[in-house]
């Protein structure tokens, strides 16, 4: 398949403005990387490869992602942290009619007060990506699917 | 008996828990002798993860592997996943299904049952080596453990001479256990893990202390999922090592049961109310149940959530939990839906579970630097008895009374 080198570079382009929101913020501009009907799912990969449905983190619109968000910021007692996300092999596994399926791998890094920084997960992006009528990209769906099925302590923020 | 540490207890009895024993490399030791090991029934998983001969699953009984199985018979059987020749970790998959369990290293293997079937050169190679003469095959199983079963949930004991699994739960925690296993076929959805760096002890404690519920989790008591105001009962087994939190979902709107939550929010609400949509489904009018189970189990059911949550203590610092969500086989795409969607507040990213794991780090943290003192259980009094409330640590002292007596503190 003939690399499409725009649509790489959008591509790019969708998945480095998703972890600056996620590591830098705004992290409630998040959602509306998303379509409004839109599936969102962090699955451990021993579920995702036996087809058990069960994730961690499930949501099924825009408005959960953004009920999730201020769950994180406002509800959710945790410890202060900062995430680093490592996304790379962004891969068109097909394009067609506004219709983009894409991979990417992730690492994500997780940095606790007063600890070393960590992995807090690895693994990868299954999406699918359709073009607004604006012309720009948005999920409508993503999956997370995570190797690092033993989660350290807690996911707090989304992958 | 032997008191590892020379712990004392407080003189105030079971009111008090001296911070060694979420710390002590000693005392977590006897405890794996004494709690996992010892008297008791260890849930191992549920049937519906080994239907067929020949599947098996490993999993963990306090810090100890086995592998639990469906022999050719239907039997569930359970072993120590070590092999008796030179202690090798013989089954290195969670899940599958085999005939013979083959070390890798000598290749010695073992049936369904845990029984030694073949050792590679037993009678030498041209005349030369070989096992003794006297070398039986019957001596060298891979220890077994007794097994039961009841609707579907698998327990196994080291102890042979464990009593039966009705009379270990008492009536009331039966009553209980067979609200949510009422005999139904169960529907498997899926795992979460954990490793969470605290003591095993204090998941436990975290469950059954029904006076953080109402305080810790913003997120619950905003939406009326848990409140201090709520119909609801704390129930022990005579012994007081099984409990049970039992609460009815409440209003939404504050009172004097939200006053003392610093950082209610009332003016949350959600975008997507798919969220929380719970029905219900339980014949009593209950809509939480957490019952927890001496010495490894948590039975979860918060509205239509249900899971089984594992502790498997690795050291003294750390702990897994395995949770494993399930339905039933007769659920509709909307109930199963339901219960995905409220697995977000309940998992290793819980929306409620999610402040647990970090008090429960915070609390290691704070303890493991002062062993020689002690925390306070004196919320609603100094007694062990059921209470038709929850503003109470009544279980916790239930657990450290019992806890007490098994190891000899």
Known sequence: MAIDVALQLELEDL??????????GPLREWPDLFAEQCLYLVI????????????????????????????TQETIMHEPRYLRHQITNVRVVSAAAGRVDATAHFSVIEVLPDELPRILSVGRYVDVIHRRSDGALEFSEKRCVYDSVLVPNTIVYPL | MNNPSNLVWPE?????????????PAIFEREMELIFRGAGWAYVGLEIEIPKPGDFKVTHIGNTSVVVTR????????????????????????????????????QWSYDATGALRGVPFIKGVNQLGGMPEDFDRADYGLPRLVTCTRNGVIFASFDHGVPSLESYLGEVNTHYFDRVFDGRALSLLGYSRQLIPGNWK???????????????HVFLVTFGLFRADQKSQVRMDPSGRHALLISQRGELKASAATRDIANLREDFVLQDKRLLDPVKEFPDDATVVMQTIWPNLIVQQQSNTLAMRQIQPRDPGCFELHWTFFGYSDDDEAMTKRRLRQANLMSSAGLVSGDDSEVIKLTQDGVRRHPDDAGVLLMGGRDTNDTPHMVTETALRAFY????????F
């Open chain 1, 15 to 24: 998945y480095s403005r998703y972890a600056s929101l996620l590591d830098d």
């Open chain 2, 71 to 106: 022999d050719e018979h239907g039997e569930i059987r359970c072993f120590v996943n070590r092999c008796a020749h030179r202690g090798v970790k013989v089954c290195r998959h969670e899940f599958g299904n085999t005939r013979f369990f083959v070390c890798p290293y000598h």
């Open chain 2, 401 to 408: 009374s019992h806890y007490r007596a098994v190891m000899g």
């Open chain 2, 12 to 24: 105030e009895g079971h009111t008090r828990v001296p911070y060694r024993i979420y710390s002590d």
């Open chain 2, 202 to 216: 204090l998941m436990f404690e975290n469950i059954k202390d029904p006076y953080h519920a109402s305080l810790l």
């Open chain 1, 44 to 71: 451990p990969r021993d579920n995702y490869d036996r087809g058990l449905p069960l994730a961690i983190i499930r949501c099924e619109s825009r408005g959960m992602l953004v009920d999730r968000v201020r769950a």
